[in-house]
């Protein structure tokens, strides 16, 4: 077992924030010796409880849960700040070219090590994952993640129509694949297997079919896609499907809605597509940054609200232009303030951050496993600095509140916030 003292931020079931000025994480092995919170709470209601657990004192530091990034691709790290007309010219551009680079394993084996290096710096310790159509740049990816103990999900992209050569997959083989990297990869450890068709205008009627049928066996692996995130690529998806309702209704019809179904983006849906995905348990990947960048819309967080849509914070890398969960936090933020084709509100800092930590947790079925600091929930924990830099160090100790403490290091942070990454304890 080890202690931490230092301020503490963790979250209440219902999302309100809890933050211990003098708080004290205590960390060690469970039954099934997995690194877990053992206690959470002020340094002076737990400071008796612990006799002979050394404690490391880290003053003027807040140690708060890992981040969990709900949607990004690890093949796109190399995408970031493409700028095209839109997503689909991105799409053909850049992103299918580099994609197909990922049918070598080593060129995939690099990529990976720099990209959790990379989310490693940025307090990103769980994740959902596109890699590419090719097989080698899954294993590429749980390789590395399993080399360093972190939870993580992730998939085999399904694309066989609409798609150059290079990433277009053939239907059977791509449905044999993914059922092999299921028994590969799926609980071995820390890692978890999505099921991966990329969006409905690049997988046929039959491997959508396909997909669905392999999500029905089984329930506990996760489905990850894209849905309404452009208007060209909704009017592309009504033509494709003109029996449909809506384009969400295309992954109802082959049974890709239900708990542990992600899907990135959700700006171009309406209330009834929004109970559709509350009904059924599926969430939302909410990815600003990229949005922004590609230009795709404004996330209605009010609908998401009132109807009762789960969902969470993504970067979307590298339609997305950050790693950092602070840049996406503030992205968030101002794409919740737009209120021209919305309802424009001020999410709060605390909401925010919850979307990126315990709610987005909650959105992969992994609510007291991560994202929180919870008794029991795994140890993977940040520790940060909010004077990492001159003006950090003024605005955060100016601070009047949590809330205002909280927004303060969503405007200003990024990586030099982040002391200190704790991987299941480690
Ligand atoms: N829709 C289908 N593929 C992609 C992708 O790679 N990125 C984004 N942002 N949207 C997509
Ligand atoms: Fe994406």
Not at 58 to 80: E, S
Not at 208 to 231: C, F, K, T
Request: aromatic fraction near 8%; glycine fraction near 10%; charge should be negative.
């Amino acid at each position: 077992m080890k202690a931490l003292r230092a301020a503490l931020l963790r979250f209440d079931d219902d999302g309100s924030p809890r933050l211990e000025a003098d708080g004290l994480l205590v960390v060690g092995s469970d039954a099934q010796g997995r690194q877990v919170v053992r206690a959470a709470g002020a340094w002076s209601a737990l400071r008796d409880d612990f006799p002979g657990v050394a404690v490391e004192h880290l003053p003027g530091r807040l140690i708060a849960p890992g981040f969990v990034d709900l949607h990004l691709h690890y093949p796109q790290t190399d995408v970031i700040g493409s700028p095209a007309d839109g997503l689909l010219p991105w799409l053909e551009r850049y992103t299918f070219p580099h994609e197909a680079r990922f049918a070598d394993a080593d060129h995939a084996a690099s990529v990976a090590t720099f990209f959790f290096d990379e989310l490693q710096r940025h307090g990103v310790t769980t994740a959902l994952v596109f890699a590419t159509s090719h097989p080698a740049s899954v294993d590429a990816f749980f390789t590395e993640a399993q080399a360093r103990g972190l939870r993580m999900i992730g998939g085999k992209v399904l694309q066989d129509r609409h798609s150059p050569d290079g990433v277009r997959d053939d239907t059977e083989q791509s449905l044999r694949d993914t059922e092999a990297l299921i028994g590969r990869w799926h609980g071995q450890g820390r890692l978890g297997y999505a099921i991966t068709p990329r969006f409905v205008p690049t997988c046929s009627d039959a491997q959508l079919a396909g997909a669905g049928e392999i999500a029905r066996q089984h329930p506990d692996v996760w489905i990850q896609s894209h849905v309404a995130e452009n208007a060209d690529e909704v009017a592309w998806v009504r033509q494709l499907h003109p029996g449909a309702r809506s384009y969400l209704d295309v992954y109802r019809q082959f049974g890709l809605l239900r708990e542990r179904a992600v899907y990135a983006h959700c700006i171009h849906v309406d209330d009834a597509d929004r109970a559709l995905m509350r009904e059924t348990g599926a969430a939302a990947a909410v990815s600003p940054t990229s949005n922004l960048f590609l230009g795709s819309g404004f996330f209605d967080h009010e609908g998401a609200d009132r109807i009762g849509m789960r969902h969470g914070l993504a970067s979307d890398v590298g339609g997305g232009t950050s790693f950092s969960p602070f840049h996406t936090m503030l992205a968030a933020y101002y794409v919740g303030r737009e209120g021209r084709g919305k309802p424009g509100m001020s999410l709060a800092p605390s909401r925010l951050w919850w979307l990126h930590t315990a709610g987005a947790a909650r959105a992969l079925g992994l609510e007291g496993v991560v994202g929180n600091l919870a008794r029991g929930c795994e140890a993977d924990f940040l520790v940060i600095n909010p004077a990492a830099t001159p003006l950090l160090a003024r605005r955060t100790a100016a601070a009047g509140s949590v809330e205002e403490f909280l927004f303060a290091l969503i405007v200003l942070g990024d990586d030099r916030a982040i002391e200190r990454v704790h991987v299941a304890g480690a």
